[in-house]
């Protein structure tokens, strides 16, 4: 049976615009619920300013709660030099970088241009390798910019070959930040960074991100399992939203993703009744937004 990689966002990515303050005890609980559930890979935090993003203040000890759970590969999403030393200190097992392909967003996201980001995130690609670390490099608005439009499918390849470059094991995640790809959009984007940058071994090294902002989240999925790519983001309850991407919602719900590979006879390796727990739990965060589609179905639920 084939195998896909989940890598559960819903604690980092599905929180992050929440307003009020989500306790501690409430982020670890849902990251042991997803694990639980059979998680194995996620992003559990950013080591962030506590001014520009609030909700990811406790990071450290959310961290500290995470990495004691068996099997779980832990992600913190870092801007800079000073969150990466933060989540080398935090012990993560990756760190997760980012930078939009659109100068307008990475503008609005992190206050530089896109090559200024690039020349600092370069630097840190290579300390976080020679520390003993994974990296994965999160390039935003591949598809649709919120300030600029659709974005050119050559622009987008550009910048993922330009990451690709910088280490043969790099992973790279194409993301749909406002939710606005179409599946032609993204077959065509990750079929291409797929077949044109395999791993040295052969092996997938281009993950997907998307939002469900208008209800394309499940087909783009699916659209870019076709096109070869095996590391798919989700967060459980649909939780989420880019703060510096107007308009846009949640991220495509976990739930809705296991059952959509559940359908195609794909490996998930996740617990189908605990991950209704989980994906009930973070839908229940207050201030959230959730969404997704197979908690509200009833026959689901009965489905072992």
Request: hydrophobic letters at 45%; aromatic letters at 6%.
């Amino acid at each position: 049976m084939p195998r896909v990689s989940i890598s559960e966002v819903a604690p980092r990515d599905g929180l992050q615009s929440i307003g009020p303050f989500v306790p501690t005890e409430t982020k670890i609980a849902l990251v042991r619920a997803l694990h639980a559930a059979g998680v194995r890979r996620m992003e559990v935090g950013s080591f962030v300013s506590p001014k520009a993003v609030p909700q990811m203040a406790d990071t450290a000890a959310v961290f500290q709660a995470a990495l004691a759970l068996d099997g779980l590969e832990c992600t913190a999403l870092v801007p800079n030099r000073k969150g990466f030393e933060a989540a080398l200190a935090a012990g993560a097992h990756r760190v997760g970088l980012f930078m939009s392909v659109t100068e307008s967003h990475n503008k609005a996201n992190v206050n530089r241009s896109c090559a200024d980001s690039f020349a600092d995130l370069s630097a840190i690609v290579r300390d976080a390798l020679a520390a003993g670390r994974k990296v994965r490099f999160n390039l935003s608005c591949c598809f649709h910019c919120p300030f600029e439009g659709v974005v050119p499918e050559r622009d987008a390849l550009d910048w993922v070959e330009r990451v690709i470059a910088l280490d043969p094991w790099i992973e790279v995640a194409i993301c749909d930040t406002t939710g606005n790809a179409a599946p032609d959009q993204v077959a065509r984007v990750v079929g291409h960074a797929v077949k044109a940058w395999p791993a040295p071994d052969g092996s997938n090294r281009i993950a997907f991100h998307g939002h469900d902002t208008y209800g394309m989240g499940v087909a783009n999925v699916a659209a870019a399992w076709n096109a070869g790519c095996d590391v798919i983001d989700s967060a459980a309850g649909g939780l989420g939203g880019c703060p510096f991407a107007p308009g846009a919602t949640g991220n495509v719900a976990t739930e809705d993703v296991a059952w959509l590979f559940r359908r195609m006879g794909v490996e998930t390796g996740l617990d189908w009744p605990r991950l209704l727990a989980a994906a009930d739990l973070a839908a229940g965060v207050p201030g959230g937004l959730p969404g997704g589609r197979m908690r509200a179905v009833p026959a689901a639920r009965k489905v072992a």
